[in-house]
T-cell receptor
Framework: QKEVEQNSGPLSVPEGAIASLNCTYSDRGSQSFFWYRQYSGKSPELIMSIYSNGDKEDGRFTAQLNKASQYVSLLIRDSQPSDSATYLCAVREGFQKLVFGTGTRLLVSP | GAVVSQHPSRVICKSGTSVKIECRSLDFQATTMFWYRQFPKQSLMLMATSNEGSKATYEQGVEKDKFLINHASLTLSTLTVTSAHPEDSSFYIC??????????FGPGTRLTVL
């Protein structure tokens, strides 16, 4: 079983700050990476996917991928209290399966 | 994103009974759907991959005779928890793979077995 590791947190940031969420993975051959947001008691919601080294921006979110270091991160600019949730990193294993990290809990204080 | 629905959203049943959970893709056809289970404060654990028109592929440690999966059409997969016991109480979530790479999740079903 391939591994995906995340710091469980909580990561606390003040409103308006940049939140930085990190994820490492064990399979050097992985090609597809995803960030999901999960509010308490709800199912995961896809935020971003990234497949190539470098940065990918979508609104306040930026995903960063470094395959050489087996590292993927998610930056949230201008963090809002509504961003408080658990953020799950997922890596595709094989053709279809996703392997999830345990998630990082983010708390944005007003 | 693609829309996936699940029914019921919440179910309470007695020990020994069977519970069926439906997962539907509403605005696309899903040849592959996935069933996950999530216990409190834990991450998602893949139970099985459901392929339309063929047998599901179960993950190691998941009893296929206890968790029956049927993917009879391109928009519907069902998970039946047979002879449910309290330890089966969990949050069951399905997802569907859109053409390409991304998976979208249903809203989940919270199962409580008394």
């Amino acid at each position: 079983q391939k591994e995906v590791e995340q710091n469980s947190g909580p990561l606390s940031v003040p409103e308006g700050a940049i939140a930085s969420l990190n994820c490492t993975y064990s399979d050097r051959g992985s090609q597809s990476f995803f960030w999901y947001r999960q509010y308490s008691g709800k199912s995961p919601e896809l935020i971003m996917s990234i497949y190539s080294n470098g940065d990918k921006e979508d609104g306040r979110f930026t995903a960063q991928l470094n395959k050489a270091s087996q590292y993927v991160s998610l930056l949230i600019r201008d963090s809002q209290p509504s961003d408080s949730a658990t953020y799950l990193c997922a890596v595709r294993e094989g053709f279809q399966k996703l392997v999830f990290g345990t998630g990082t809990r983010l708390l944005v204080s007003p | 994103g693609a829309v996936v629905s699940q029914h019921p959203s919440r179910v309470i049943c007695k020990s020994g009974t069977s519970v069926k959970i439906e997962c539907r893709s509403l605005d696309f056809q899903a040849t592959t759907m996935f069933w996950y289970r999530q216990f409190p404060k834990q991450s998602l654990m893949l139970m099985a991959t459901s392929n339309e028109g063929s047998k599901a592929t179960y993950e190691q440690g998941v009893e296929k005779d206890k968790f029956l999966i049927n993917h009879a059409s391109l928009t519907l997969s069902t998970l039946t928890v047979t002879s449910a016991h309290p330890e089966d109480s969990s949050f069951y979530i399905c997802s569907a793979r859109v053409k390409g790479n991304e998976q979208f999740f249903g809203p989940g079903t919270r199962l409580t077995v008394l």
